[in-house]
Protein backbone atom coordinates (compact mmCIF):
# COMPACT_ATOMS: atom_id res chain seq x y z
CA UNK A 1 0.00 0.00 0.00
CA UNK A 2 1.43 3.64 -0.75
CA UNK A 3 2.11 5.77 1.72
CA UNK A 4 -0.73 8.30 2.61
CA UNK A 5 1.40 11.15 0.95
CA UNK A 6 -0.28 13.84 2.99
CA UNK A 7 2.40 15.60 5.15
CA UNK A 8 4.88 17.99 4.63
CA UNK A 9 8.27 17.84 5.87
CA UNK A 10 11.10 20.37 6.86
CA UNK A 11 14.47 19.90 7.51
CA UNK A 12 15.47 22.38 10.13
CA UNK A 13 18.11 23.86 11.78
CA UNK A 14 18.06 26.58 14.52
CA UNK A 15 17.18 29.96 13.80
CA UNK A 16 16.51 29.91 10.15
CA UNK A 17 14.77 26.44 10.80
CA UNK A 18 12.67 27.08 13.48
CA UNK A 19 11.09 30.21 11.93
CA UNK A 20 10.56 28.66 8.65
CA UNK A 21 8.97 25.55 10.82
CA UNK A 22 6.83 28.13 12.63
CA UNK A 23 5.49 29.21 8.93
CA UNK A 24 4.84 25.85 7.62
CA UNK A 25 2.72 25.37 10.64
CA UNK A 26 0.78 28.41 10.54
CA UNK A 27 -0.09 27.80 7.17
CA UNK A 28 -0.95 24.33 6.94
CA UNK A 29 -4.81 23.91 7.93
CA UNK A 30 -3.70 20.95 10.55
CA UNK A 31 -0.27 21.83 11.41
CA UNK A 32 -0.17 18.03 12.74
CA UNK A 33 0.76 17.36 8.90
CA UNK A 34 4.35 18.69 9.52
CA UNK A 35 7.08 16.75 10.50
CA UNK A 36 9.94 18.99 11.00
CA UNK A 37 13.38 16.97 11.03
CA UNK A 38 15.73 18.51 13.07
CA UNK A 39 19.68 18.68 13.09
CA UNK A 40 21.34 17.49 16.51
CA UNK A 41 24.70 18.21 15.50
CA UNK A 42 24.88 20.99 17.40
CA UNK A 43 24.16 18.98 20.47
CA UNK A 44 26.41 19.21 23.57
CA UNK A 45 26.75 17.67 27.34
CA UNK A 46 26.66 20.25 29.67
CA UNK A 47 26.81 19.57 33.48
CA UNK A 48 26.08 16.32 32.71
CA UNK A 49 22.85 17.64 30.83
CA UNK A 50 22.04 16.65 26.91
CA UNK A 51 21.60 19.93 25.17
CA UNK A 52 19.89 20.32 21.72
CA UNK A 53 20.01 23.87 20.94
CA UNK A 54 18.39 23.52 17.51
CA UNK A 55 15.10 20.99 18.48
CA UNK A 56 14.81 23.44 21.53
CA UNK A 57 14.62 26.62 19.29
CA UNK A 58 12.08 24.72 16.69
CA UNK A 59 10.15 23.40 20.38
CA UNK A 60 9.95 27.35 22.05
CA UNK A 61 9.24 28.92 18.92
CA UNK A 62 6.35 26.42 17.44
CA UNK A 63 4.94 27.08 21.17
CA UNK A 64 4.79 30.04 21.63
CA UNK A 65 8.21 29.73 24.49
CA UNK A 66 10.81 31.78 22.22
CA UNK A 67 12.84 34.49 22.94
CA UNK A 68 12.08 35.74 19.46
CA UNK A 69 14.23 39.31 20.32
CA UNK A 70 16.88 36.97 20.82
CA UNK A 71 16.38 34.07 18.33
CA UNK A 72 17.18 32.03 20.93
CA UNK A 73 16.47 30.81 24.41
CA UNK A 74 12.94 31.18 26.49
CA UNK A 75 11.06 34.39 26.67
CA UNK A 76 10.25 34.97 30.70
CA UNK A 77 13.66 33.69 31.22
CA UNK A 78 15.23 33.68 34.64
CA UNK A 79 18.98 32.77 35.13
CA UNK A 80 19.20 32.06 39.10
CA UNK A 81 20.67 28.30 38.15
CA UNK A 82 23.50 29.60 35.72
CA UNK A 83 23.97 32.66 38.30
CA UNK A 84 24.69 29.72 41.36
CA UNK A 85 26.61 27.75 38.67
CA UNK A 86 28.89 30.41 38.33
CA UNK A 87 29.36 30.74 42.16
CA UNK A 88 29.96 26.80 42.00
CA UNK A 89 33.03 27.18 39.34
CA UNK A 90 31.04 25.32 36.77
CA UNK A 91 31.97 26.73 32.97
CA UNK A 92 28.84 29.32 31.99
CA UNK A 93 30.25 30.21 28.52
CA UNK A 94 26.81 28.38 27.36
CA UNK A 95 24.15 30.13 29.14
CA UNK A 96 21.20 28.16 30.25
CA UNK A 97 18.10 29.55 31.45
CA UNK A 98 16.16 28.43 34.34
CA UNK A 99 13.03 27.53 31.87
CA UNK A 100 15.31 26.01 29.59
CA UNK A 101 17.04 24.02 32.27
CA UNK A 102 13.67 22.33 32.70
CA UNK A 103 13.62 20.78 29.48
CA UNK A 104 17.22 19.62 29.16
CA UNK A 105 16.55 17.70 33.01
CA UNK A 106 13.71 15.88 31.27
CA UNK A 107 15.23 15.30 28.39
CA UNK A 108 18.43 13.91 30.18
CA UNK A 109 16.20 11.56 32.49
CA UNK A 110 14.45 10.18 30.15
CA UNK A 111 17.79 9.52 27.68
CA UNK A 112 19.60 7.52 30.97
CA UNK A 113 16.44 6.00 31.57
CA UNK A 114 16.35 4.35 27.96
CA UNK A 115 13.61 6.51 26.03
CA UNK A 116 15.23 7.92 22.90
CA UNK A 117 15.57 11.15 22.00
CA UNK A 118 12.58 10.86 19.36
CA UNK A 119 10.27 10.01 21.76
CA UNK A 120 11.31 12.82 24.71
CA UNK A 121 11.25 15.26 21.90
CA UNK A 122 7.73 14.52 21.02
CA UNK A 123 6.40 13.87 24.48
CA UNK A 124 8.09 17.53 26.03
CA UNK A 125 6.72 19.13 22.06
CA UNK A 126 3.02 17.71 23.29
CA UNK A 127 3.00 18.69 26.55
CA UNK A 128 3.89 22.85 25.27
CA UNK A 129 0.61 21.90 22.77
CA UNK A 130 2.71 21.52 19.64
CA UNK A 131 0.46 19.74 16.97
CA UNK A 132 3.63 19.63 14.31
CA UNK A 133 5.82 16.47 15.10
CA UNK A 134 9.33 17.60 15.99
CA UNK A 135 11.79 15.05 15.23
CA UNK A 136 16.05 14.45 16.17
CA UNK A 137 17.38 13.96 12.64
CA UNK A 138 18.96 10.79 14.66
CA UNK A 139 18.33 9.27 17.87
CA UNK A 140 22.00 8.16 17.87
CA UNK A 141 24.24 10.95 18.77
CA UNK A 142 26.15 12.97 15.88
CA UNK A 143 28.59 16.15 16.73
CA UNK A 144 29.18 18.55 14.64
CA UNK A 145 32.79 19.45 14.71
CA UNK A 146 34.93 22.49 12.97
CA UNK A 147 38.61 22.68 12.18
CA UNK A 148 40.03 26.52 12.58
CA UNK A 149 43.76 26.70 12.61
CA UNK A 150 44.29 22.60 12.47
CA UNK A 151 42.33 22.35 15.74
CA UNK A 152 38.97 20.30 15.40
CA UNK A 153 36.31 22.15 17.74
CA UNK A 154 33.59 20.80 19.30
CA UNK A 155 30.19 23.07 17.18
CA UNK A 156 28.98 25.06 20.58
CA UNK A 157 32.63 25.94 21.56
CA UNK A 158 32.90 27.27 17.85
CA UNK A 159 29.55 28.96 17.99
CA UNK A 160 28.70 30.34 21.37
CA UNK A 161 31.82 30.18 22.74
CA UNK A 162 34.39 31.49 20.41
CA UNK A 163 31.27 33.71 18.92
CA UNK A 164 31.58 32.17 15.38
CA UNK A 165 34.79 34.74 15.18
CA UNK A 166 37.02 32.19 13.94
CA UNK A 167 37.77 30.89 10.09
CA UNK A 168 36.56 27.41 9.58
CA UNK A 169 38.32 25.33 7.08
CA UNK A 170 36.78 21.97 7.87
CA UNK A 171 33.24 20.41 8.49
CA UNK A 172 32.78 16.77 9.95
CA UNK A 173 29.89 15.25 11.93
CA UNK A 174 31.42 12.72 14.29
CA UNK A 175 29.60 9.32 14.71
CA UNK A 176 27.10 10.36 11.49
CA UNK A 177 28.82 7.38 9.42
CA UNK A 178 27.09 5.05 12.31
CA UNK A 179 24.04 6.94 12.90
CA UNK A 180 20.82 5.65 11.79
CA UNK A 181 17.81 7.94 10.79
CA UNK A 182 14.92 8.31 13.16
CA UNK A 183 12.43 5.90 12.20
CA UNK A 184 9.71 8.83 12.20
CA UNK A 185 11.98 11.08 10.01
CA UNK A 186 12.24 8.30 7.22
CA UNK A 187 8.40 7.74 7.38
CA UNK A 188 7.18 11.09 7.52
CA UNK A 189 9.61 11.30 3.95
CA UNK A 190 7.92 8.39 2.90
CA UNK A 191 4.04 9.89 3.78
CA UNK A 192 5.20 13.41 2.63
CA UNK A 193 3.68 15.36 0.00
CA UNK A 194 6.56 17.92 0.28
CA UNK A 195 10.13 18.26 1.35
CA UNK A 196 11.00 21.53 2.52
CA UNK A 197 15.17 22.76 3.45
CA UNK A 198 14.50 25.55 5.70
CA UNK A 199 17.03 28.44 5.21
CA UNK A 200 19.35 26.90 7.57
CA UNK A 201 23.17 27.10 7.56
CA UNK A 202 24.03 24.26 4.51
CA UNK A 203 27.12 22.98 6.16
CA UNK A 204 26.35 22.66 9.56
CA UNK A 205 22.66 22.28 9.42
CA UNK A 206 21.20 21.41 6.17
CA UNK A 207 24.14 19.20 5.60
CA UNK A 208 24.34 17.75 8.82
CA UNK A 209 20.66 16.26 8.20
CA UNK A 210 21.54 15.29 4.92
CA UNK A 211 24.63 13.47 6.14
CA UNK A 212 22.72 11.24 7.96
CA UNK A 213 23.37 7.77 6.18
CA UNK A 214 19.57 7.10 4.75
CA UNK A 215 17.94 10.11 4.77
CA UNK A 216 18.76 11.97 1.46
CA UNK A 217 18.15 8.26 -0.35
CA UNK A 218 14.65 8.54 1.30
CA UNK A 219 14.12 11.94 -0.45
CA UNK A 220 15.30 10.96 -3.65
CA UNK A 221 13.20 7.89 -2.87
CA UNK A 222 9.80 10.26 -2.23
CA UNK A 223 9.99 11.38 -5.67
CA UNK A 224 8.19 14.57 -4.17
CA UNK A 225 8.44 18.30 -4.73
CA UNK A 226 11.31 19.24 -2.72
CA UNK A 227 12.21 23.22 -2.10
CA UNK A 228 15.01 24.70 -0.67
CA UNK A 229 15.00 28.35 0.69
CA UNK A 230 18.36 30.04 0.32
CA UNK A 231 19.72 31.32 4.05
CA UNK A 232 22.00 33.73 2.05
CA UNK A 233 19.82 37.18 1.49
CA UNK A 234 22.04 40.37 -0.20
CA UNK A 235 25.86 38.25 0.20
CA UNK A 236 25.10 38.25 3.71
CA UNK A 237 23.30 34.91 6.07
CA UNK A 238 19.90 36.52 8.06
CA UNK A 239 22.10 35.28 10.92
CA UNK A 240 25.38 33.07 12.17
CA UNK A 241 28.19 32.13 9.91
CA UNK A 242 26.99 30.59 6.76
CA UNK A 243 28.23 33.74 4.64
CA UNK A 244 31.82 33.25 6.01
CA UNK A 245 31.61 29.56 5.74
CA UNK A 246 30.49 29.88 1.89
CA UNK A 247 34.31 31.65 1.81
CA UNK A 248 36.65 29.56 3.61
CA UNK A 249 34.48 26.18 2.73
CA UNK A 250 33.30 26.45 -0.58
CA UNK A 251 35.59 28.96 -1.94
CA UNK A 252 32.90 31.56 -3.02
CA UNK A 253 31.57 34.73 -2.49
CA UNK A 254 28.37 34.20 -0.08
CA UNK A 255 25.60 34.71 -2.66
CA UNK A 256 22.38 32.81 -3.08
CA UNK A 257 23.82 31.99 -6.68
CA UNK A 258 26.45 30.03 -4.34
CA UNK A 259 23.92 28.16 -2.07
CA UNK A 260 22.32 27.01 -5.13
CA UNK A 261 25.51 25.73 -6.93
CA UNK A 262 26.54 24.29 -3.52
CA UNK A 263 23.28 22.38 -3.16
CA UNK A 264 23.45 21.20 -7.00
CA UNK A 265 26.90 19.92 -6.58
CA UNK A 266 27.12 17.91 -3.07
CA UNK A 267 23.64 17.04 -3.59
CA UNK A 268 22.68 16.51 -7.24
CA UNK A 269 18.99 16.21 -8.24
CA UNK A 270 17.84 16.41 -4.98
CA UNK A 271 16.23 19.94 -4.95
CA UNK A 272 13.85 20.54 -7.72
CA UNK A 273 12.78 24.07 -6.81
CA UNK A 274 15.15 26.73 -4.85
CA UNK A 275 13.47 30.10 -3.23
CA UNK A 276 15.90 33.39 -3.42
CA UNK A 277 14.83 36.29 -1.20
CA UNK A 278 14.08 39.41 -3.57
CA UNK A 279 16.80 41.21 -2.93
CA UNK A 280 18.65 38.63 -4.82
CA UNK A 281 16.09 38.54 -7.82
CA UNK A 282 18.45 40.26 -10.36
CA UNK A 283 20.51 37.09 -10.32
CA UNK A 284 17.60 34.58 -10.69
CA UNK A 285 18.00 34.40 -14.55
CA UNK A 286 21.94 33.78 -14.20
CA UNK A 287 21.15 30.81 -11.13
CA UNK A 288 18.21 29.91 -13.64
CA UNK A 289 20.38 29.10 -16.57
CA UNK A 290 22.89 26.86 -14.69
CA UNK A 291 20.20 24.45 -14.03
CA UNK A 292 16.78 22.62 -14.14
CA UNK A 293 15.72 23.54 -11.26
CA UNK A 294 12.79 25.98 -10.87
CA UNK A 295 14.13 29.43 -9.18
CA UNK A 296 11.58 31.18 -7.65
CA UNK A 297 12.18 34.74 -6.12
CA UNK A 298 10.12 36.06 -3.02
CA UNK A 299 10.52 37.52 0.47
CA UNK A 300 12.45 35.00 3.19
CA UNK A 301 12.53 37.21 6.37
CA UNK A 302 10.86 35.36 8.57
CA UNK A 303 10.68 38.00 11.53
CA UNK A 304 7.01 37.79 12.78
CA UNK A 305 4.27 35.20 12.22
CA UNK A 306 2.45 36.88 9.51
CA UNK A 307 6.01 36.39 7.41
CA UNK A 308 6.49 32.98 8.19
CA UNK A 309 2.59 31.88 7.50
CA UNK A 310 3.01 33.69 4.14
CA UNK A 311 5.97 32.03 2.68
CA UNK A 312 4.92 28.83 4.66
CA UNK A 313 1.62 29.20 2.35
CA UNK A 314 3.96 30.37 -0.92
CA UNK A 315 6.06 27.16 -0.93
CA UNK A 316 2.94 24.87 0.14
CA UNK A 317 1.59 26.36 -2.90
CA UNK A 318 4.94 26.05 -5.03
CA UNK A 319 4.25 22.03 -3.75
CA UNK A 320 0.87 22.07 -5.36
CA UNK A 321 -1.14 23.17 -2.91
CA UNK A 322 -3.55 25.85 -3.38
CA UNK B 1 50.30 8.07 66.91
CA UNK B 2 47.51 9.20 68.30
CA UNK B 3 44.95 11.24 65.90
CA UNK B 4 45.57 14.79 66.39
CA UNK B 5 42.05 15.16 68.67
CA UNK B 6 41.43 19.08 67.76
CA UNK B 7 38.39 18.46 66.06
CA UNK B 8 34.77 19.11 67.09
CA UNK B 9 32.13 16.13 65.09
CA UNK B 10 28.49 17.25 64.93
CA UNK B 11 25.90 14.72 63.63
CA UNK B 12 23.22 16.99 61.85
CA UNK B 13 20.14 16.42 60.08
CA UNK B 14 18.32 19.50 58.37
CA UNK B 15 16.35 22.05 60.25
CA UNK B 16 17.93 21.69 63.43
CA UNK B 17 21.39 20.25 62.30
CA UNK B 18 21.86 23.19 60.08
CA UNK B 19 21.34 25.57 62.97
CA UNK B 20 23.43 23.88 65.72
CA UNK B 21 26.24 23.00 63.12
CA UNK B 22 26.07 27.32 62.10
CA UNK B 23 26.14 27.64 65.73
CA UNK B 24 28.99 25.73 66.64
CA UNK B 25 31.10 26.99 63.26
CA UNK B 26 30.75 30.66 64.93
CA UNK B 27 31.41 29.50 68.20
CA UNK B 28 34.72 28.02 66.74
CA UNK B 29 37.95 30.39 66.66
CA UNK B 30 38.68 27.89 63.83
CA UNK B 31 35.68 26.60 61.72
CA UNK B 32 37.91 24.66 59.63
CA UNK B 33 37.66 21.98 63.00
CA UNK B 34 34.47 21.46 62.77
CA UNK B 35 33.13 18.59 60.46
CA UNK B 36 29.36 17.79 60.39
CA UNK B 37 28.63 14.49 59.29
CA UNK B 38 25.08 14.73 58.08
CA UNK B 39 22.23 12.38 56.97
CA UNK B 40 21.84 11.05 53.83
CA UNK B 41 18.37 9.11 54.51
CA UNK B 42 16.32 11.89 53.50
CA UNK B 43 17.99 12.08 49.81
CA UNK B 44 15.53 11.72 46.98
CA UNK B 45 16.32 11.06 43.05
CA UNK B 46 13.85 13.69 41.17
CA UNK B 47 14.06 14.44 37.97
CA UNK B 48 16.75 12.34 37.44
CA UNK B 49 18.65 14.16 39.83
CA UNK B 50 20.33 12.83 43.05
CA UNK B 51 19.14 15.89 45.86
CA UNK B 52 20.37 15.84 49.33
CA UNK B 53 17.88 17.99 51.31
CA UNK B 54 19.60 17.47 55.11
CA UNK B 55 23.47 18.64 53.01
CA UNK B 56 22.20 21.27 51.14
CA UNK B 57 20.19 22.73 54.12
CA UNK B 58 23.59 22.30 56.39
CA UNK B 59 25.72 23.75 52.63
CA UNK B 60 23.22 26.74 52.47
CA UNK B 61 22.88 27.59 56.10
CA UNK B 62 26.71 27.80 56.87
CA UNK B 63 27.20 29.77 53.43
CA UNK B 64 24.91 32.04 54.38
CA UNK B 65 22.67 30.92 51.13
CA UNK B 66 19.59 29.57 52.92
CA UNK B 67 16.06 31.11 53.20
CA UNK B 68 16.04 31.51 56.90
CA UNK B 69 12.27 32.36 56.74
CA UNK B 70 11.32 29.01 55.32
CA UNK B 71 13.42 27.02 56.91
CA UNK B 72 14.64 25.30 53.67
CA UNK B 73 15.85 26.46 50.31
CA UNK B 74 17.68 29.19 49.04
CA UNK B 75 17.55 33.21 49.61
CA UNK B 76 16.89 34.94 46.35
CA UNK B 77 14.82 31.98 44.77
CA UNK B 78 13.38 31.81 41.58
CA UNK B 79 11.22 29.17 40.26
CA UNK B 80 11.09 29.17 36.67
CA UNK B 81 12.21 25.66 36.17
CA UNK B 82 9.95 24.56 38.33
CA UNK B 83 6.83 26.22 36.51
CA UNK B 84 8.42 24.90 33.45
CA UNK B 85 8.77 21.27 34.66
CA UNK B 86 4.94 21.34 35.97
CA UNK B 87 4.37 22.60 32.22
CA UNK B 88 5.86 19.47 31.12
CA UNK B 89 3.86 16.90 33.19
CA UNK B 90 6.89 16.29 35.48
CA UNK B 91 5.75 16.07 39.18
CA UNK B 92 5.81 18.93 41.02
CA UNK B 93 5.36 18.10 44.73
CA UNK B 94 8.88 18.75 45.67
CA UNK B 95 10.06 22.23 45.15
CA UNK B 96 13.09 22.73 43.58
CA UNK B 97 14.09 26.61 43.02
CA UNK B 98 16.31 27.36 40.20
CA UNK B 99 19.08 28.32 42.42
CA UNK B 100 19.10 25.28 44.38
CA UNK B 101 18.81 23.09 41.00
CA UNK B 102 22.38 24.39 40.05
CA UNK B 103 23.35 22.47 43.55
CA UNK B 104 21.64 18.90 42.48
CA UNK B 105 22.16 19.22 38.43
CA UNK B 106 26.40 19.28 39.08
CA UNK B 107 26.03 16.87 41.83
CA UNK B 108 24.27 14.29 40.02
CA UNK B 109 26.74 15.29 37.10
CA UNK B 110 29.80 14.87 39.53
CA UNK B 111 28.02 11.02 41.09
CA UNK B 112 27.77 10.34 37.63
CA UNK B 113 31.34 10.54 36.29
CA UNK B 114 32.38 8.22 39.68
CA UNK B 115 32.94 11.11 42.25
CA UNK B 116 32.11 9.98 45.83
CA UNK B 117 29.34 12.19 47.33
CA UNK B 118 31.96 13.31 49.70
CA UNK B 119 34.00 14.44 47.17
CA UNK B 120 31.51 16.61 45.60
CA UNK B 121 29.89 18.11 48.53
CA UNK B 122 33.04 19.64 49.80
CA UNK B 123 33.89 21.05 46.55
CA UNK B 124 30.72 22.50 46.28
CA UNK B 125 30.53 23.77 49.83
CA UNK B 126 34.50 24.89 49.41
CA UNK B 127 33.00 26.91 46.33
CA UNK B 128 30.66 28.62 48.27
CA UNK B 129 33.10 29.67 51.04
CA UNK B 130 32.48 27.24 53.83
CA UNK B 131 35.52 26.25 56.23
CA UNK B 132 33.60 23.52 57.77
CA UNK B 133 33.70 20.27 56.63
CA UNK B 134 30.33 18.90 55.29
CA UNK B 135 30.77 15.07 54.96
CA UNK B 136 27.44 12.78 54.22
CA UNK B 137 27.36 9.73 56.78
CA UNK B 138 27.77 7.77 53.93
CA UNK B 139 28.92 7.77 50.17
CA UNK B 140 26.09 4.90 49.97
CA UNK B 141 22.81 5.02 49.30
CA UNK B 142 20.81 4.87 52.21
CA UNK B 143 17.09 5.49 51.82
CA UNK B 144 14.78 6.63 55.07
CA UNK B 145 11.61 5.31 54.63
CA UNK B 146 8.64 4.99 56.95
CA UNK B 147 5.57 2.62 57.33
CA UNK B 148 1.69 4.03 57.88
CA UNK B 149 -1.07 2.10 57.57
CA UNK B 150 0.87 -0.68 56.39
CA UNK B 151 1.99 0.87 53.73
CA UNK B 152 6.13 1.71 53.33
CA UNK B 153 6.63 5.27 51.98
CA UNK B 154 10.14 7.20 50.74
CA UNK B 155 10.74 9.83 53.25
CA UNK B 156 10.32 12.78 50.91
CA UNK B 157 6.93 11.23 49.94
CA UNK B 158 5.88 10.94 53.92
CA UNK B 159 7.65 14.54 55.15
CA UNK B 160 7.20 16.56 52.11
CA UNK B 161 4.13 14.81 49.83
CA UNK B 162 2.07 14.21 52.84
CA UNK B 163 2.91 16.85 54.73
CA UNK B 164 3.86 14.19 57.58
CA UNK B 165 0.34 14.15 58.54
CA UNK B 166 -0.07 11.03 58.32
CA UNK B 167 1.10 8.65 61.66
CA UNK B 168 4.09 6.35 61.30
CA UNK B 169 4.21 2.83 63.10
CA UNK B 170 7.68 1.85 61.82
CA UNK B 171 10.86 3.46 60.46
CA UNK B 172 13.53 1.50 58.47
CA UNK B 173 16.99 2.63 56.43
CA UNK B 174 16.71 0.69 53.25
CA UNK B 175 20.33 -0.04 52.24
CA UNK B 176 21.62 1.12 56.01
CA UNK B 177 23.28 -2.62 56.17
CA UNK B 178 25.67 -2.19 53.45
CA UNK B 179 26.56 1.37 53.45
CA UNK B 180 29.76 2.50 54.66
CA UNK B 181 30.50 5.25 56.82
CA UNK B 182 32.49 7.85 54.68
CA UNK B 183 36.07 7.67 55.31
CA UNK B 184 35.88 11.67 56.08
CA UNK B 185 33.16 10.95 58.88
CA UNK B 186 35.60 7.67 60.74
CA UNK B 187 38.36 10.09 60.66
CA UNK B 188 37.14 13.22 61.91
CA UNK B 189 35.86 11.10 64.61
CA UNK B 190 38.75 9.56 65.39
CA UNK B 191 40.27 13.39 65.62
CA UNK B 192 37.38 14.43 67.53
CA UNK B 193 38.13 16.51 71.14
CA UNK B 194 33.98 16.97 71.57
CA UNK B 195 31.03 15.08 69.32
CA UNK B 196 27.72 16.88 69.49
CA UNK B 197 24.47 15.08 68.32
CA UNK B 198 22.49 18.49 66.66
CA UNK B 199 19.07 18.42 68.04
CA UNK B 200 17.47 16.77 64.99
CA UNK B 201 14.78 13.99 64.92
CA UNK B 202 16.41 10.95 66.59
CA UNK B 203 14.41 8.46 64.44
CA UNK B 204 14.70 9.41 61.07
CA UNK B 205 18.37 12.14 61.45
CA UNK B 206 20.37 11.41 64.12
CA UNK B 207 19.08 8.10 63.94
CA UNK B 208 19.64 7.34 60.87
CA UNK B 209 23.06 8.30 61.11
CA UNK B 210 23.39 5.97 63.93
CA UNK B 211 22.56 2.89 62.15
CA UNK B 212 25.55 3.46 59.48
CA UNK B 213 27.51 0.35 60.46
CA UNK B 214 30.55 1.40 62.68
CA UNK B 215 29.42 5.24 63.40
CA UNK B 216 28.52 4.37 66.55
CA UNK B 217 30.92 1.97 67.09
CA UNK B 218 33.95 4.86 66.64
CA UNK B 219 32.09 7.53 68.70
CA UNK B 220 32.10 4.96 71.48
CA UNK B 221 35.78 4.25 70.54
CA UNK B 222 36.83 7.75 70.44
CA UNK B 223 35.95 7.96 74.01
CA UNK B 224 35.42 12.06 73.90
CA UNK B 225 32.48 14.38 75.40
CA UNK B 226 29.52 13.16 73.51
CA UNK B 227 27.04 15.56 73.44
CA UNK B 228 23.21 15.70 72.83
CA UNK B 229 20.62 18.31 72.23
CA UNK B 230 16.79 17.38 72.78
CA UNK B 231 15.20 18.55 69.63
CA UNK B 232 11.58 18.51 71.81
CA UNK B 233 11.33 21.86 73.61
CA UNK B 234 7.97 22.43 75.80
CA UNK B 235 6.69 18.62 74.62
CA UNK B 236 6.84 19.44 70.98
CA UNK B 237 9.30 19.13 68.02
CA UNK B 238 10.44 22.65 67.34
CA UNK B 239 9.65 21.57 63.35
CA UNK B 240 8.80 18.66 62.16
CA UNK B 241 7.14 15.51 63.23
CA UNK B 242 9.79 14.31 66.06
CA UNK B 243 6.98 14.66 68.46
CA UNK B 244 4.16 12.67 67.12
CA UNK B 245 6.95 10.10 66.29
CA UNK B 246 7.61 10.29 70.13
CA UNK B 247 4.05 9.22 70.54
CA UNK B 248 3.78 6.08 67.46
CA UNK B 249 7.47 4.79 67.28
CA UNK B 250 8.44 5.17 71.55
CA UNK B 251 5.18 4.94 72.78
CA UNK B 252 5.82 7.61 74.63
CA UNK B 253 4.48 11.23 75.01
CA UNK B 254 7.29 13.89 73.64
CA UNK B 255 9.15 15.74 75.95
CA UNK B 256 12.88 15.93 76.62
CA UNK B 257 13.05 12.93 79.13
CA UNK B 258 11.74 11.19 76.35
CA UNK B 259 14.46 11.85 74.37
CA UNK B 260 16.74 11.24 77.03
CA UNK B 261 15.16 7.90 77.61
CA UNK B 262 15.29 7.05 73.83
CA UNK B 263 18.80 7.81 73.10
CA UNK B 264 19.60 5.95 76.42
CA UNK B 265 18.04 2.79 75.13
CA UNK B 266 18.81 3.00 72.06
CA UNK B 267 22.05 3.50 71.89
CA UNK B 268 23.11 2.97 75.75
CA UNK B 269 26.29 5.26 77.12
CA UNK B 270 26.91 6.50 73.98
CA UNK B 271 26.19 10.35 75.37
CA UNK B 272 28.02 11.64 78.33
CA UNK B 273 25.65 14.96 78.48
CA UNK B 274 22.06 16.11 77.35
CA UNK B 275 21.35 19.52 76.77
CA UNK B 276 17.55 20.28 76.79
CA UNK B 277 15.85 23.59 76.93
CA UNK B 278 14.97 25.85 79.89
CA UNK B 279 11.28 25.34 79.07
CA UNK B 280 11.90 21.59 80.12
CA UNK B 281 14.41 22.82 83.56
CA UNK B 282 11.61 21.32 85.89
CA UNK B 283 12.00 17.83 84.20
CA UNK B 284 15.65 17.90 84.93
CA UNK B 285 16.02 16.62 88.43
CA UNK B 286 13.95 13.29 87.13
CA UNK B 287 15.80 12.78 84.13
CA UNK B 288 19.48 13.10 85.64
CA UNK B 289 18.07 10.23 88.86
CA UNK B 290 17.59 8.01 85.98
CA UNK B 291 20.97 7.94 84.77
CA UNK B 292 24.65 8.54 84.90
CA UNK B 293 24.51 11.23 82.57
CA UNK B 294 25.26 15.10 82.93
CA UNK B 295 22.17 17.11 82.25
CA UNK B 296 22.46 20.85 81.54
CA UNK B 297 19.58 22.66 81.19
CA UNK B 298 19.95 25.87 78.74
CA UNK B 299 18.41 28.04 76.13
CA UNK B 300 18.26 25.39 73.16
CA UNK B 301 16.51 27.47 70.62
CA UNK B 302 18.88 28.75 67.12
CA UNK B 303 16.67 31.35 65.40
CA UNK B 304 19.26 33.89 64.78
CA UNK B 305 23.32 33.59 64.51
CA UNK B 306 23.46 34.96 68.32
CA UNK B 307 21.22 32.36 69.86
CA UNK B 308 23.17 29.57 67.61
CA UNK B 309 26.82 30.88 68.59
CA UNK B 310 25.99 31.03 72.20
CA UNK B 311 24.53 27.63 72.27
CA UNK B 312 27.64 26.71 69.92
CA UNK B 313 30.05 28.17 72.92
CA UNK B 314 27.92 26.54 75.55
CA UNK B 315 28.40 23.26 74.27
CA UNK B 316 32.22 23.77 73.52
CA UNK B 317 32.44 25.03 76.99
CA UNK B 318 30.82 22.04 78.15
CA UNK B 319 33.14 19.57 75.93
CA UNK B 320 36.09 21.26 78.28
CA UNK B 321 36.74 24.12 75.59
CA UNK B 322 36.52 27.22 77.14
Known amino acids: MAADRGGVVVLAGGFGGSRMTHGLALALPD ?6 IVNTGDDLELHGLTVCPDLDTVMYTLSGWANEANGWGVREETWSAAEMLGRYGAPTWFSLGDRDLATHIL ?15 ARLAGALGIAA ?37 AVRHA ?37 VPGIADAIRRAGVPTIAVSPIVGGAAVRGPADRMFRSLAGSEPSAAAVVA ?7 GLIGTFVIDTLDAADAPAIAADGPERIV ?16 AEILALAGDA
Open 297 to 312: VTGTLLHGAEERRRLG
Open 262 to 268: HYRRTWP
Open 31 to 36: PGALTA
Open 133 to 169: HLVPMSDDPVRTELRTDGEWLAFQDYFVRRHHAVEVD
Open 107 to 121: RTAALRAGERLTTVT
Open 175 to 211: GVEAARPAPEALAAIAGARAIVLAPSNPFVSIGTILA
